[in-house]
């Protein structure tokens, strides 16, 4: 076996990390890692990688994949976050009260050990501690923070993430946080106030773990279940029936034939619930996806969003005669919907047109107060939408930690199929309750001889066509994406698609909206292209949008084929510029 030059410190490093590592399974995986790395290049790189750096934590909380080394998830990382987090938590209270923690868990590999261990360490700390009592979605642990006055929410889960990744997400609300804020993810400064009490190198013998004394909130057939609390809260998001079958809003969704998938996660047993208790009888499963499954076998990716997520839901759709096809993420606080269009067939419906939808219904009931809002990467529908209903629009940086936190928000949306049709409920994007409206909406217009496809219709001709479409471009070295952003800014292009760039905004300065690394360009037909790093994946983002006046619904389908071409020039435009 040939041998190279490993970094004796690395391997020193490793060893220690090996030897304070909680869980053995991971501490034999360093073990043997610390073993090939001497003989084996790939090996030696993937050590080096463990211990580039801390994982890092942020407003998104912790999201890695699993496995042993501080740049991973795993029990050492999870028990150093808890007692930072715990720290924070009662530097806060200072000693005037003791601080209420809530934690949940999804059904991916370790998310219930690391819940555990979370609930171990803030006991020890003299945190008062609530864990859910099985594995539930994203949406009832937000909802259980504000439910319960909670000071903060430990959610274990990543989403819609690859396999072999976990993560951590954090809410403040209760005495720790206060106003619009209360109950939602965190936001800067309050990241890195939690990451400065997250000492790294903290001995693991160090962090005292209870053997007990945290709760366990009731479960299902249990007085107070918080998964039955979550499902009748969130029924106030659609009309109420008369409970006997005999009126309309009934009859109209014992006729609606719904297609369900979980994607393999956690929300299925919810979805169906909240379903069946709001009158959807025909609801069907795809039994493939229908159960937990935390390798996801029938997904590439377990996200409704990438291609061929939703093949299975759509073949049951079209075998059974569905009206609506409804996915949700692994962790349900996404909403996914297909449905089938006279000329073209069944097609997954774009995260804005879902937007659209949902925020035209929340209009029209929306007190005069209230404020639709979505992110500034999403459509300019929904300002159209709420000016329509005399109301306030704002946008919002990326994410539901900024929407979330909007003043007298009554929705809000981001093209990433995220959804908050209930902010004084879940304070965050929430999957099921969303779901459930639109749903609710469907079966409305069927038993009026209308369609979700037909309002979309409706929607253009008030407001304009609006078109949009995504261009990702994935590089393997983070820096080229820093180089990329500094051409854009340095040369702005003079024409996207042979449109003239009319406005340009560098959206690091924070001109509207708090400084972001983003650009903005405009041109004179009124498209818009914003370009920014994502902020998970290695990759540059770019979404486009174009509009266009469309007099008669005749005009339509010219104006959609004339869009597309437009979005098609433009995308190959900036694969060119942006082509590392």
């Known amino acids: 076996m ?28 360093l073990r043997e890692l610390c073993a090939a790395a001497p003989g084996d290049a790939g090996a030696a790189a993937d050590l080096a990688d463990r211990f580039a750096a801390f994982l890092a934590f942020g407003t998104a909380g912790l999201r890695a994949e699993l496995g042993p080394g501080p740049n991973r998830m795993n029990s050492m990382v999870v028990r150093r976050t808890a007692a930072g987090i715990g720290r924070f938590l009662l530097d806060a209270a200072a000693g005037a009260y003791t601080p209420l923690a809530v934690i949940g868990f999804d059904a991916r590999h370790n998310s219930d050990v690391f819940a555990r261990e979370s609930a171990a360490v803030l006991t020890a700390a003299g945190i008062e501690v609530q864990l859910l009592p099985s594995a539930l979605p994203t949406p009832v642990l937000a909802y259980a923070v504000r439910a319960l006055g909670a000071e903060a929410g430990i959610m ?37 106030r939690i990451a400065a009490r997250i000492d790294n190198d903290e001995p693991i013998t160090s962090i005292a773990l209870a053997e007990g004394g945290w709760g366990v909130l009731p479960g299902a057939g249990e007085p107070g279940d918080i998964e039955g609390r979550y499902l009748q809260a969130i029924a106030g998001v659609v009309p109420a029936t008369d409970g006997n079958g005999g009126d309309a809003i009934t009859a109209a969704r014992e006729n609606l034939r719904i297609v369900l998938t979980p994607m393999h996660g956690v929300g299925g047993h919810t979805m169906a619930q909240a379903l069946g208790r709001a009158g959807f009888s025909r609801v069907r ?51 996914a919907a297909a449905v089938k269009f006279p000329d073209t067939g069944w097609r997954m419906l774009r995260g804005d047109e879902v937007g659209w939808l949902l925020g035209d219904r929340c209009a029209a009931t929306a007190a005069d107060t209230a404020v639709l809002a979505n992110s500034i990467v999403s459509s300019r529908m929904l300002a159209s939408i709420a000016a329509a209903h005399s109301l306030a629009h704002e946008y919002t940086l990326t994410g539901f930690k900024w929407i979330s936190r909007v003043p007298d928000l009554a929705f809000g949306y981001e093209e990433a199929l995220g959804y908050c049709v209930a902010p004084s409920l879940v304070r965050d994007k929430d999957g099921m309750s969303a779901a459930l409206m639109l749903a609710d909406y469907a079966a409305e217009l069927k038993a009026a001889g209308s369609s979700l496809p037909e309002v979309l219709d409706a929607l253009a001709l008030a407001h304009g066509l609006h078109q949009t479409d995504q261009l990702s471009v994935r590089v393997a070295d983070l820096g080229l994406l820093d180089t990329m952003m500094h051409s854009l800014r340095s040369a702005p292009p003079a024409s996207l698609g042979s449109e003239a760039v009319t406005g340009f905004e560098d959206l690091s300065l924070g001109a509207n909206l708090p400084p972001t690394d983003g650009l903005l360009f405009a041109t004179e037909a009124g498209t818009r292209v914003i370009v920014r790093p994502s902020g998970t994946e290695p990759k540059l983002k770019c979404y486009l949008e174009v509009i266009a006046s469309v007099a008669s619904p005749a005009d339509l389908p010219a104006a959609r084929a004339a869009g597309n071409a437009r979005l098609e020039a433009i995308k190959l435009e900036l694969a060119g510029l942006l082509n590392p």
Do not use: M
């Open 2 to 29: 040939s041998t190279h030059q490993i970094d004796a410190d690395l391997l020193e490093r490793a060893a220690a990390w090996a030897t304070q590592d909680p869980d053995p399974v991971t501490a034999a995986a």
């Open 156 to 192: 274990v889960t990543a989403s819609h993430n690859p396999p072999a990744d976990n993560g951590y997400k954090v809410y403040l609300g209760g005495r720790a946080e206060s106003g619009w804020g209360q109950g939602a993810q965190i936001v800067s400064p309050v990241d890195a």
């Open 285 to 335: 499963l795809v039994a493939e996806q229908a159960a937990p499954d935390p390798d996801f076998p029938t997904v590439a990716f377990p996200n409704p969003e990438e291609p061929g997520a939703l093949d299975l839901a759509l073949a049951l759709a079209t075998d059974t005669g569905a009206d609506l096809v409804i996915a949700n993420d692994p962790d349900a606080d996404r909403c």
